[in-house]
């Protein structure tokens, strides 16, 4: 299990950008999946971006050149970086990883507090 502690987001106008982050409480090294997630009012929460200790990095038609998803090992943090962000990009942004089993499968799936990112037309 990890704690994942969120902060960054706020309120942005369109085409501005903003960063958010994602602190873990162990070295990014045990951890496997790690994910951004987002949830806009009466909408199902969406996978926007996600970075795999190994593999390729998956981004949402909707934000794909927009948007980077990455890791830091030495701040054992995950960051997303928003770009020529548009109103519907407004969302309570979720930052998500998994910490993979000693003898493979996941182990446990933990997620952030969330962090609303505004953006104003």
């Known amino acids: 299990q990890v704690q994942l502690v969120q902060s960054g987001g706020g309120l942005a106008q369109t085409g501005g950008s903003l960063t958010l982050s994602c602190a873990a409480s162990?070295?990014?090294?045990?951890?496997?999946?790690m994910a951004w997630y987002r949830q806009a009012p009466q909408l199902a929460r969406e996978l926007v971006a996600q970075?795999?200790?190994?593999?390729?990095?998956y981004y949402a038609d909707s934000v794909r050149g927009r948007f980077t998803i990455s890791r830091d090992s030495a701040k054992n943090t995950m960051y997303l970086e928003m770009r020529d962000l548009k109103p519907e990009d407004t969302a309570v942004y979720y930052c998500?990883?998994?910490?993979?089993?000693?003898?493979?499968?996941?182990?446990?799936?933990?997620w952030g507090q969330g962090t609303q990112v505004t953006v104003s037309s």
């Open positions: 998500y990883a998994e910490t993979p089993g000693r003898w493979g499968g996941v182990e446990s799936t933990d």
């Open positions: 970075v795999p200790s190994g593999g390729n990095i």
């Open positions: 162990k070295s990014l090294f045990s951890l496997d999946n």
